[in-house]
């Protein structure tokens, strides 16, 4: 089953990127690539990796395509 994390549900509430994957490894795989790109995160603290794990959720969306931007 995909999942999906929303940047919103991790702190940033002005980003509406949404990370998706296969799993949650993936899915945090992204995110942090996201982190890095868009938000000059370069280390993930342990703190908010937590509530991003936390914040994933089973995909709403529509199938998830792999390399798909959202
Ligand atoms: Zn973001």
Redesign the pocket.
């Known amino acids: 089953m995909a999942k999906e994390l929303k940047?919103?549900d991790?702190g940033?509430k002005s980003?509406?990127?949404v990370a998706q994957g296969r799993d949650e490894k993936e899915v945090m795989t992204k995110a942090a690539e996201?982190?890095r790109n868009?938000?000059g995160m370069t280390t993930i603290p342990p703190d908010v990796e937590k509530k991003a794990r936390a914040a994933i959720r089973e995909a709403q969306l529509k199938p998830f395509t792999a390399g798909q931007k959202v």
């Open positions: 940047c919103s991790v940033m980003c509406n990127f996201h982190a868009a938000h």
